[in-house]
T-cell receptor
Framework: SQQGEEDPQALSIQEGENATMNCSYK?????LQWYRQNSGRGLVHLIL?????REKHSGRLRVTLDTSKKSSSLLITASRAADTASYFC????????????FGKGITLSVRP | DAGVIQSPRHEVTEMGQEVTLRCKPISGHDYLFWYRQTMMRGLELLIYFNNNVPIDDSGMPEDRFSAKMPNASFSTLKIQPSEPRDSAVYFCASSSTSAEQYFGPGTRLTVT
């Protein structure tokens, strides 16, 4: 069964607005990752946050991790049309950190 | 580096035919992963290798699927015989650690 579940499934916003996407997971993890997939392309790694970190930034991306609630959020600030893509959270399998399980993804549409 | 290279990018074949998908990982990476992505099931891990050795093939759907990694720079995923339900996008990814993975552009397989 899939570990990470993203929410919402789809999000449509205006360019310049912020986009917040959430991920919940079921078991203890040592890290959580976010990936982006543009239409017809492979996934691209965005950011990794470790279990001992609460917040991490990378450019316009801000990721938080709440291990007590087993949840993470990805915030994209000042969104651009080029941010239109699917976003996935991924967590390692329990006992097999090399393997990742991906959620179904969030489809983000940024209207120009 | 050119990134993860996959070939072919598109494959259309008839049911019952053999299909071979190819992957060249990023040089120096010692993990290689094969995934399948469909609208219904999302992104599924089929098999992964560490230092050319298959570690976990529990995601391989049936005996019709097989994967090899004869050396550090090449892997194949073979489906024999192919069936219409095998139609999907197949991704190869590589990693130098058990953390972030780098995905290829994928092979879109259509079995008629």
């Amino acid at each position: 069964s899939q570990q990470g579940e993203e929410d919402p499934q789809a999000l449509s916003i205006q360019e310049g607005e912020n986009a917040t996407m959430n991920c919940s997971y079921k078991t203890s993890i040592n890290n959580l990752q976010w990936y982006r997939q543009n239409s017809g392309r492979g996934l691209v790694h965005l950011i990794l946050i470790r279990s001992n970190e609460r917040e991490k930034h990378s450019g316009r991306l801000r990721v938080t991790l709440d291990t007590s609630k087993k949840s993470s959020s990805l915030l994209i600030t000042a969104s651009r049309a080029a941010d239109t893509a699917s976003y996935f959270c991924a967590t390692p399998y329990t006992g097999a950190n090399s393997k990742l399980t991906f959620g179904k993804g969030i489809t983000l549409s940024v209207r120009p | 580096d050119a990134g993860v290279i996959q070939s072919p990018r598109h494959e259309v074949t008839e049911m019952g035919q053999e299909v071979t998908l190819r992957c060249k990982p990023i040089s120096g990476h010692d993990y290689l992963f094969w995934y399948r992505q469909t609208m219904m099931r999302g992104l599924e891990l089929l098999i992964y290798f560490n230092n050319n050795v298959p570690i976990d093939d529990s995601g391989m759907p049936e005996d019709r699927f097989s994967a090899k990694m004869p050396n550090a720079s090449f892997s194949t995923l073979k489906i024999q015989p192919s069936e219409p339900r095998d139609s999907a996008v197949y991704f190869c990814a590589s990693s130098s650690t058990s953390a972030e993975q780098y995905f290829g552009p994928g092979t879109r397989l259509t079995v008629t």
